[in-house]
C-alpha cells in the first residue's frame, strides 16, 4: 500500500510539473483586469487577488495580470460597455450591476428568493443557465462572461432608523442590486446602485438613507456601522451571489487553449475560496459588529411576505418586457419544480 501511494504521488507530481511545463512554453500572456471591488475589502475584494495569483501560479508565470482598483480605468459602471466595445481587456464584477443593458442579466447575479447556491450552482452548471448567460452577453454584447466567484446569504440592508412596517420603508433612499431593486420600488423605497466604494459617503453625507451591500464581514470593513445602527436580516434579495469575469470577445479569442483552460480553473478555484472563507468568518463578524452598538433585526414574517408578493409581481412585468428574462426565467423555473422533491427530502427542516 505504501508503495503504491509513493507511486501514485510521483505520477501526480509529475503530472502537475509537466502540466506547468506546458503552460511555461505558451507565450507570454499579459492583460489588464478591473476590479469592481476595492481590493482591500473582504472576500470580494481579497478574492479578485486570489483569482490573480492563482492565475500566475497554475500557468507557471506564463499569464500576467495587472489589476486595477475600482475606477482606475474607467468608472466601475462602465466596465461593461468598455469591455463589450474591446476598450477593456477584462473585469471582474457582476453582471448585476449591468443590468440597465438587458434585465436578464440579473438573474445571472442573484434571485430574490431564489435558489440558494448549491441548488442556483447546479443550474447554472448543469440545467442550461449558464449557457443561457453565455449566449446572450456573447450574441448581444460581445462579451465572454463565466462564473469567477460566489458568496452565500447576504445581508437585507443597513438603516439609520428601525423599521417597524412597511409604511417606514416609503420615501426612503436606498443603494440596492440586481432585481431586489424592483421590489423595494413597489415598497416605495427610491432606489439606486451605487458601486461599493461609493456607498459609505452617500451614507455618511446623507445621500442615501439606507443601503445594502453584502455579507457581515464585507459590510464590517466599508464601516457602514458608523452611521446606521439597525442592521436586517435574512438576505431575501440575494441568497446566494455570484460574480463573474468579463472579457473582450476580441482579448479572449485572441488566448490559447491551455491559457483558456487555466483561467477557467482559477475561476472554479476562487469561487470555492471565496465561498468557504464566507462562511467561515460571518459570525465573528456579527459579535464585531454588535459590540459597535448595532442592532440585529429578522424581517416580520409579514415583511417578507410583502417582499415576496411584490417579487411575484416583479417577474410578470419583466417577462413582459424582456424575452431573454422570460427565457432563462422559464429554464430557471423549470430547474426549481424538478429540485423541488430534492431539497424536500434530501435536506433538513428546521
Sequence with gaps: MRRALCITAFALTALLAASADAAAQEKKLRFN????????????GTGQVYFIDRVKKISGGSIDIKFFEPG???PASQYFDAISAGNLDSAMTGLGFFSGKEIALALFSSVPFGPEMGEYLGWMRYGGGEQLMQELTRSKFNVESMLCGTIAPEASGWFRKEIKSLDDLKGLKMRFFGLGANV???MGVQTQILQAGEIFQALQLGTIDAT????????????FHQVAKHYYFPGWHQMATFVHLLF?????????????EII???CQDTMLHQFTEGEAVQGKALKEIQSKGVTLHYWSKDILDAYRKAWGEV????????????????????????????????????
Excluded: C, N
Design 72 to 74: 482606475a480605468l474607467v
Design 33 to 44: 483586469m478591473a476590479g469592481a471591488f476595492p481590493s482591500s475589502t473582504a472576500i470580494l
Design 315 to 350: 417577474i410578470e412585468e419583466q417577462k413582459a418586457k424582456s424575452p431573454e428574462f422570460t427565457k432563462a426565467w422559464a429554464s430557471l423555473s423549470k430547474f426549481r419544480e424538478e429540485y423541488k422533491v430534492w431539497r424536500q427530502y434530501g435536506y433538513l427542516k428546521e
Design 184 to 186: 423595494m420600488q413597489k
Design 212 to 223: 445594502e451591500f453584502s455579507m457581515p464581514v464585507m459590510d464590517l470593513t466599508l464601516g
Design 248 to 260: 473582450s470577445k476580441q482579448k479572449w479569442a485572441e488566448l490559447s487553449d491551455t491559457h483558456k
Design 264 to 266: 477557467k480553473s482559477a
